[in-house]
Protein backbone atom coordinates (compact mmCIF):
# COMPACT_ATOMS: atom_id res chain seq x y z
CA UNK A 1 0.00 0.00 0.00
CA UNK A 2 1.44 3.54 -1.01
CA UNK A 3 0.79 6.50 0.92
CA UNK A 4 1.30 9.99 0.44
CA UNK A 5 2.01 12.31 3.74
CA UNK A 6 2.37 15.74 3.41
CA UNK A 7 3.51 18.53 5.78
CA UNK A 8 4.61 22.32 5.90
CA UNK A 9 0.88 23.85 5.99
CA UNK A 10 0.31 26.14 8.67
CA UNK A 11 -0.28 29.87 8.67
CA UNK A 12 1.64 32.51 7.37
CA UNK A 13 1.06 36.62 6.71
CA UNK A 14 0.51 38.24 3.59
CA UNK A 15 3.43 38.22 1.45
CA UNK A 16 5.12 35.34 3.35
CA UNK A 17 6.16 32.25 2.17
CA UNK A 18 5.57 27.91 3.11
CA UNK A 19 7.05 25.27 1.69
CA UNK A 20 4.97 21.87 1.31
CA UNK A 21 6.60 18.39 1.28
CA UNK A 22 4.89 15.52 0.34
CA UNK A 23 6.81 12.25 0.28
CA UNK A 24 5.95 8.76 -0.84
CA UNK A 25 5.87 5.73 2.06
CA UNK A 26 4.88 2.29 2.02
CA UNK A 27 5.36 -0.51 -0.88
CA UNK A 28 7.48 -0.07 -3.92
CA UNK A 29 6.59 2.77 -5.80
CA UNK A 30 7.96 4.70 -8.66
CA UNK A 31 6.41 8.20 -9.34
CA UNK A 32 6.65 9.46 -12.95
CA UNK A 33 3.94 12.75 -11.82
CA UNK A 34 3.05 14.72 -9.01
CA UNK A 35 0.92 17.27 -8.82
CA UNK A 36 -0.46 19.99 -6.14
CA UNK A 37 -3.98 20.69 -6.13
CA UNK A 38 -5.96 23.00 -3.98
CA UNK A 39 -9.73 23.38 -2.20
CA UNK A 40 -10.33 26.46 -1.03
CA UNK A 41 -13.87 27.02 1.53
CA UNK A 42 -17.40 27.01 -1.26
CA UNK A 43 -14.84 26.26 -4.49
CA UNK A 44 -14.33 23.34 -6.62
CA UNK A 45 -10.65 21.83 -6.40
CA UNK A 46 -7.85 22.93 -8.88
CA UNK A 47 -4.67 22.14 -9.89
CA UNK A 48 -1.97 24.48 -8.96
CA UNK A 49 1.35 22.90 -10.06
CA UNK A 50 2.69 19.79 -11.96
CA UNK A 51 5.40 18.31 -12.43
CA UNK A 52 5.84 15.20 -15.23
CA UNK A 53 8.49 13.13 -16.40
CA UNK A 54 9.41 13.90 -19.92
CA UNK A 55 6.47 16.42 -20.24
CA UNK A 56 8.07 19.47 -17.88
CA UNK A 57 6.07 21.60 -15.39
CA UNK A 58 2.63 23.48 -15.42
CA UNK A 59 1.71 26.44 -13.29
CA UNK A 60 -2.19 27.48 -12.88
CA UNK A 61 -1.53 31.27 -13.89
CA UNK A 62 -3.04 32.58 -10.44
CA UNK A 63 0.55 31.09 -9.13
CA UNK A 64 2.83 31.59 -11.54
CA UNK A 65 5.98 33.33 -10.63
CA UNK A 66 5.05 33.32 -6.85
CA UNK A 67 5.01 28.67 -6.47
CA UNK A 68 8.08 26.75 -7.38
CA UNK A 69 7.30 22.81 -7.81
CA UNK A 70 10.31 20.57 -7.70
CA UNK A 71 10.74 16.57 -7.28
CA UNK A 72 13.08 14.38 -6.21
CA UNK A 73 13.12 11.05 -7.97
CA UNK A 74 15.57 9.35 -5.91
CA UNK A 75 13.90 10.10 -2.45
CA UNK A 76 9.73 9.48 -3.86
CA UNK A 77 9.34 13.00 -2.46
CA UNK A 78 8.11 16.37 -3.89
CA UNK A 79 8.11 20.29 -2.91
CA UNK A 80 5.72 22.69 -3.44
CA UNK A 81 7.43 26.39 -2.45
CA UNK A 82 5.24 28.93 -2.36
CA UNK A 83 6.23 32.90 -2.04
CA UNK A 84 4.65 36.16 -1.83
CA UNK A 85 1.51 34.80 -0.56
CA UNK A 86 -1.68 36.33 -0.87
CA UNK A 87 -5.18 35.70 1.43
CA UNK A 88 -6.56 33.64 -1.92
CA UNK A 89 -4.18 31.38 -1.69
CA UNK A 90 -6.07 30.12 1.59
CA UNK A 91 -6.70 26.61 0.89
CA UNK A 92 -6.38 23.08 1.56
CA UNK A 93 -3.46 21.83 0.09
CA UNK A 94 -3.56 18.04 -1.39
CA UNK A 95 -1.02 16.31 -3.10
CA UNK A 96 -1.49 13.94 -5.96
CA UNK A 97 0.86 11.16 -7.79
CA UNK A 98 0.96 9.17 -10.92
CA UNK A 99 3.29 6.37 -10.79
CA UNK A 100 3.89 2.70 -11.18
CA UNK A 101 4.11 -0.17 -8.19
CA UNK A 102 6.46 -2.80 -7.60
CA UNK A 103 4.33 -5.38 -9.50
CA UNK A 104 3.89 -2.70 -12.73
CA UNK A 105 0.67 -1.39 -12.08
CA UNK A 106 -0.23 2.11 -11.92
CA UNK A 107 -1.33 4.03 -9.41
CA UNK A 108 -3.02 7.34 -8.71
CA UNK A 109 -2.72 8.07 -4.57
CA UNK A 110 -4.06 11.42 -3.08
CA UNK A 111 -2.25 12.68 -0.08
CA UNK A 112 -4.77 13.84 3.17
CA UNK A 113 -3.96 17.22 2.78
CA UNK A 114 -2.77 20.18 4.26
CA UNK A 115 -4.25 23.39 5.47
CA UNK A 116 -2.52 26.87 4.26
CA UNK A 117 -3.92 30.03 5.98
CA UNK A 118 -2.72 32.98 4.71
CA UNK A 119 -4.15 35.98 6.95
CA UNK A 120 -2.63 38.85 8.97
Known amino acids: QVQLVESGGGLVQPGGSLRLSCAAS????????MTWYRQAPGKQRELVAS???????NYADSVKGRFTISRDNSKNTGNLQMNSLKPEDTAVYYCNAKGVDGFGTAKVVWGQGTQVTVSS
Open 51 to 57: IISGRGI
Open 26 to 33: GSIFSIYA
